[in-house]
């Protein structure tokens, strides 16, 4: 398998799945096959999967329920959409993997950081990303710009204060420490083209290393 796994990570408006879109387009005219997905999504059973966990009407929704449903939404796009396109050479840039889980789940939900990446394992076995990029923005302005996207869709963790929110930040800046090697963090407040190119240079780096690594 010589295909790159890229994920984007971050709270609500950081402004992650923009920048994929045109980091995609950038990538596509300098030669390189990419797909892009998200995650929980990207496929028919895990978008299944995420009408009913980010339905707004489920609040009552137990959160180790939340994380299993999160980790089988993944297991299946996985193994339907991400292996193969990596086993094929492709870029995948995939909007959300694990850290999502462990930031949200593991530590702004409470379950465990530890508990939950131990629960991930199950569902990945231990394919993780070769590079995150992690979209750093303060959660009071990420809420700020949502407020102002008319065309996003309102979901069920939209409903939670700004305390899970911070809660949320504070875990990625705990996962920025842990898994150093994989995730860089990018200042996502300038101007999108600056944060575009940013994101770009660093997943070219990336790139670069590991075709070096392989030769
Ligand atoms: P999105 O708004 O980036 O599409 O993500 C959907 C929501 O799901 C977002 O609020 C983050 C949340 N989420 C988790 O809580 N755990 C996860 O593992 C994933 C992938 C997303």
């Known amino acids: 398998m010589s295909g790159q796994f890229i994920t984007f990570e971050g709270g609500e408006g ?3 799945t923009t920048v994929l879109k045109a980091v995609a387009d950038q990538l596509e005219k300098l030669g390189y096959q990419v ?3 998200r995650e929980p999504g990207g496929i028919e059973i895990a978008e299944k999967i995420r009408n009913i966990i980010l339905n707004p009407v489920y609040t ?3 959160a180790r329920t939340e994380a299993l449903l999160y980790a089988a939404a993944r297991r299946q796009h996985l ?3 991400v292996v193969p396109a990596l086993d094929d050479d492709q870029v ?4 959300r993997f694990i850290d999502s889980s462990l930031a949200y789940q593991g530590y702004a939900r409470g379950l465990g950081i530890d508990e939950v990446y131990q629960m991930n394992q199950f569902a990945i076995g231990n394919k993780m990303p070769d590079l995150t990029l992690f979209f750093d923005i303060a959660p009071e302005e990420g809420l700020k710009r949502i407020s102002l996207n008319n065309k996003r869709e309102k979901n069920r963790l939209d409903l939670e204060q700004l305390s899970f929110h911070q809660s949320v930040y504070d875990a990625y800046m705990l996962l920025l420490e842990r898994f150093r090697d994989r995730i860089v963090s990018i200042d996502a407040s300038p101007k999108l083209e600056i944060v575009v190119e940013h994101s770009l240079d660093v997943i070219l780096q990336c790139i ?3 075709a070096f690594g392989q030769k």
Do not use: F, W
């Not at 995948?92 to 909007?95: A, E, G, N, R, T």
């Open 14 to 16: 950081a402004g992650k």
């Open 35 to 37: 797909i892009t997905t």
């Open 60 to 62: 009552d929704m137990d």
């Open 79 to 81: 193994v339907e959409r």
């Open 92 to 95: 995948v840039l995939c909007d």
């Open 208 to 210: 670069d290393k590991n």
